[in-house]
């Protein structure tokens, strides 16, 4: 044949591959979810998630020192409270476990770890909503004054990074301005801007114990027929002043942060969520898919697609295995 383009020149071995390769995935890129609780000398294993488990402060210092040997230098923490209570005011206390778990940390591994956490009230509260419930509603301007007090404590605690991932309007804002009145002004923020109602969410919310008691979250979180929106909620939290923008969950919506890296020159997170991540390892555990295969098909399309840094649950074992 005469061909003239042969694109299969490219591919024909490792080295040339590897050339031509346009996305490399780095340790420094992976950021690691960590569910916390209350006592201590507790690793209990999450069935819904094969491989993650509970930890509690000092079980958790340990195996935080065993990931940073290995490169994973960066955290996101989730709180597990029981008892809940109505409003989560445990959310907000500097006693609680998060800024415990932070203040730990920190002592242990001062700036060689860069500590993210959580901000929202769905584990600590009884009905399991992101914000308070006022007859029947979860209500925003009154959820965002308890979320701005959650953040604080966290940023006194020593957070490097808070994270807020309730989708009410405009808490990135009172959050940016509360912290920085309080003298937190270095303390970064991420923002779960494009954080839809997934279904996706269902291991976590056991892990977590923050399944809502009644309803749903589709008054707050986004429909994942919208992509547009996506970006306007983005954009906003870019105005006021998120850090980091993060789109949730990573493999459904990739078409959205695609179209948000052509829009923002902000960095870009995804979140690689539960039941992406137990599907991945329950159809490996099944025999069905080539677990390292897959697991890297997925995080090398959130780089191509634009991610910059990358929540996964999958992130140590990577490391572990010596994947990349
Ligand atoms: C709570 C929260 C959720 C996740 C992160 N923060 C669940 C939810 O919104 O119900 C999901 C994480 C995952 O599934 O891995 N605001
Ligand atoms: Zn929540």
């Known amino acids: 044949m005469d061909l003239l383009h042969r694109p299969r020149r490219l591919r024909k071995n490792d080295a040339i591959r590897d050339a031509v390769a346009e996305t490399r995935l780095h340790p420094a890129q992976f950021i690691q979810p960590y569910f916390v609780k209350p006592g201590s000398g507790y690793r209990d294993p999450i069935a819904a998630m094969p491989g993650i488990c509970h930890f509690t402060t000092d ?7 065993a990931g940073l040997q290995l490169g994973l230098d960066k955290v996101l923490l989730f709180g597990v409270k029981e008892p809940k209570s109505e409003e989560g005011e445990a959310a907000w206390s500097e006693r609680s476990v998060v800024p415990g778990a932070v203040r730990a940390l920190k002592q242990a591994f001062g700036s060689d770890l860069y500590v993210i956490t959580d901000v929202c009230l769905c584990a600590y509260t ?13 209500v925003n301007d009154a959820s965002v004054e308890r979320l701005t007090r959650m953040a604080l404590a966290h940023a006194q605690a020593g957070a490097d990074m808070v994270a807020p991932s309730d989708m009410m309007d405009g808490r990135v804002g009172a959050i940016r301005r509360h912290l920085d009145a309080q003298g937190f002004t270095g303390t970064a923020l991420m923002s779960y801007a494009a954080k839809f109602a997934s279904a996706y969410y269902g291991p976590f919310r056991e892990a977590a114990g923050s399944a809502p008691g009644f309803g749903d979250r589709r008054s707050y979180q986004m429909d994942p027929r919208n992509g547009r929106e996506a970006l306007r909620e983005a954009l906003l939290d870019e105005q006021e002043g998120a850090d980091v923008l993060m789109v949730k969950p990573a493999l459904a919506y990739l078409d959205v942060l695609a179209r948000l890296r052509a829009r923002t020159d902000l ?6 969520v539960s039941a992406e991540y137990s599907l991945v390892k329950t159809a490996a555990a099944a025999g069905l898919v080539d677990e390292r295969r897959m697991t890297l098909e997925n995080l090398h399309a959130f780089a191509r697609a634009g991610a910059d ?16």
Not at 267 to 272: D, E, K, T, V, W
Not at 309 to 324: A, D, F, M, P, S
């Open 309 to 324: 840094l990358i929540i996964t649950y999958h992130g140590r074992e990577v490391l572990e295995q010596r994947w990349l």
């Open 59 to 65: 079980t958790l210092v340990k195996d935080v020192e």
């Open 126 to 138: 009884t009905h399991g909503h992101c914000g308070l419930v006022h007859d029947h509603e979860v």
């Open 267 to 272: 960095p870009l997170a995804c979140y690689n």
